[in-house]
T-cell receptor
């Protein structure tokens, strides 16, 4: 089973460049989310989606856009990368709504460096 | 707002030692509580969870009890192994959508 797949695993961007981090899950999960992990900060929620066509902001949404056109995919877009967005990004999904009720499955992460 | 505070690491133990990682929380209502583990180079995996007061979650020798009176969910294991070396995150489900709110993580290193 593939589970949650994130691409790329590593990326280096120059300040001002744009890119999209891809996330796909094959478990037919309704809920998907993006987190960033920074040293000493734990994981912080960027955006989340409770189903296709529905997205909402998390704790740290500024500088990021998302869309959810299908159940399987939840891409995260950086429109104009900044050094402050250097981080490890994790995508997660869970069945039947929020992780409160069911286990969240995480991808292996994307390590992004903005220079 | 809702938050999770867990003991700062890193924690270094010898194999077969007893492990406790403290976790306390602040939340409105009655959140579910979780411990997630992140092995080197991997994403997070659910280790255990508890959904109501006095529930005990357990998995792979790890245990944690949901203590409403002390707002705590401390992680324990009686005898750690080198393979338990990882970063451990305490989390709760918060807000109207039950999103996961994480502590800062505790890095555990177990030496042979």
């Amino acid at each position: 089973n593939a589970g949650v797949t994130q691409t790329p695993k590593f990326q280096v961007l120059k300040t001002g460049q744009s890119m999209t981090l891809q996330c796909a899950q094959d478990m037919n999960h309704e809920y998907m989310s993006w987190y960033r992990q920074d040293p000493g900060m734990g994981l912080r929620l960027i955006h989340y989606s409770v189903g296709a066509g529905i997205t909402d902001q998390g704790e740290v949404p500024n500088g990021y856009n998302v869309s959810r056109s299908t159940t399987e995919d939840f891409p995260l877009r950086l429109l104009s990368a900044a050094p402050s967005q250097t981080s490890v990004y994790f995508c997660a999904s869970s069945y039947s709504g929020a992780p409160a009720r069911t286990e969240a499955f995480f991808g292996q992460g994307t390590r992004l460096t903005v220079v | 707002g809702d938050s999770v505070t867990q003991m700062e690491g890193p924690v270094t133990l010898s194999e077969e030692a007893f492990l406790t990682i403290n976790c306390t929380y602040t939340a409105t209502g009655y959140p579910s509580l979780f411990w997630y583990v992140q092995y080197p180079g991997e994403g997070l995996q659910l280790l255990l969870k508890a959904t109501k007061a006095d529930d005990k979650g357990s998995n792979k020798g790890f245990e944690a009890t949901y203590r409403k009176e002390t707002t705590s969910f401390h992680l324990e294991k009686g005898s750690v192994q080198v393979s338990d070396s990882a970063v451990y995150f305490c989390a709760l489900s918060g807000g109207s959508q039950g999103n996961l709110i994480f502590g800062k993580g505790t890095k555990l290193s177990v030496k042979p």
